[in-house]
């Protein structure tokens, strides 16, 4: 005896049953494509952009320590290369080629000469997102690091520099400045304990003279949002001076009263808080 089902008495070829299932696979479809899309935006919104942190003259990378801590505990990767010193044009051209290796969104951050070193390696890279300016130059097209001191009184750097030569690779000399290690604190971080300053008298980074007088190029700030913040205690580079830079930049400035030009060491909660409030707002 044989069985034989009827296509009637299948479930599967009922006509309500068919559009059922042809609208449950249709609201699968819509949830499953809205939950991959909403992954997507978060993963993009939640991606953070490469903070670089460039040192001025008279310091190393290390002097971002406190700033580098607070970054990546807040889950910024970071970058703090050993800044040449030797030459403007030269020192940009070796941060520009850091930038050049970063995939994704960068903000570069510049204290004291580090901020003319940030002004030009920017050009060129859509990835540089901010630029934050920390008690650091920034110069106009075709102006010095040693312009910018002088431009208004206050600065106890030109009475506190000790020069020693040294040899150019192409031959002839070049000549190193430091600061004056009996000079160190009052000059550069008057709100560090002294046994703090004597260390860092001890192993600072000269820097060449040709560095600090050498002319600025085209400056990426006119083109990229800029912050700034002002140490108001500054005797390397004065206040007055730092205000007017920010104000020419247009930048977003904040400003720390009592804090030395290191700033980033003596208040690196108020460093973190500006670099971090740059990153968001261009993100």
């Known amino acids: 005896m044989s069985v034989y089902a009827s296509p009637?008495?299948?479930?599967?070829?009922?006509?309500?049953?068919?559009?059922?299932?042809?609208?449950?696979?249709?609201?699968l479809v819509t949830v499953l494509g809205s939950s991959a899309t909403a992954s997507a935006a978060a993963s993009r919104h939640t991606v953070?952009?490469?903070?670089?942190?460039?040192?001025?003259?008279?310091?190393?990378?290390?002097s971002w320590n406190k700033v580098v801590a607070r970054l990546q505990g807040a889950g910024y990767p970071v970058i703090a290369p050993a800044n040449p010193l030797r030459?403007?044009?030269?020192?940009?051209a070796y941060l520009s080629s850091i930038v050049s290796t970063i995939d994704g969104p960068v903000i570069l951050v510049g204290h004291s000469y580090g901020g003319a070193v940030i002004s030009n390696a920017a050009t060129g890279h859509p990835n540089v997102k901010a630029l934050v300016f920390i008690a650091a130059f920034a110069p106009e097209e075709a102006e010095s690091a040693l312009d910018l001191t002088g431009k208004f009184p206050g600065s106890q750097l030109?009475?506190?520099?000790?020069?020693?030569?040294?040899?150019?690779?192409?031959?002839?000399?070049?000549?190193?400045?430091?600061?004056?290690?009996?000079?160190?604190?009052?000059?550069?971080?008057?709100?560090?304990?002294?046994?703090?300053?004597?260390?860092?008298?001890?192993?600072?980074?000269?820097?060449?003279l040709?560095?600090?007088?050498?002319?600025?190029?085209?400056?990426?700030?006119?083109?990229?949002?800029?912050?700034?913040?002002?140490?108001?205690?500054?005797?390397?580079i004065p206040a007055a001076a730092q205000r007017f830079m920010a104000e020419r930049a247009g930048a977003r400035t904040s400003e720390v009263r009592e804090a030395s030009h290191v700033i980033m060491i003596s208040r690196p909660?108020?460093?973190?808080?500006?670099?971090?409030?740059?990153?968001?707002?261009?993100s």
Do not use: C, E, N
């Open 269 to 282: 909660d108020a460093t973190t808080a500006l670099i971090t409030a740059a990153a968001r707002a261009t």
């Open 48 to 62: 953070k952009p490469t903070v670089v942190l460039v040192h001025g003259a008279f310091a190393d990378a290390s």
């Open 87 to 92: 030459d403007l044009m030269g020192d940009s």
């Open 158 to 208: 030109p009475t506190s520099l000790i020069t020693r030569p040294y040899p150019l690779p192409g031959g002839g000399p070049g000549t190193d400045a430091y600061i004056d290690p009996a000079k160190f604190r009052a000059a550069f971080a008057a709100d560090l304990p002294a046994r703090d300053t004597t260390l860092m008298a001890a192993t600072q980074r000269p820097a060449a």
């Open 8 to 27: 009637q008495t299948s479930p599967l070829s009922r006509p309500r049953t068919r559009i059922l299932l042809s609208v449950m696979l249709a609201i």
């Open 210 to 236: 040709a560095a600090l007088a050498s002319p600025s190029g085209p400056p990426a700030w006119k083109t990229i949002p800029s912050w700034y913040l002002v140490a108001g205690a500054d005797q390397a």
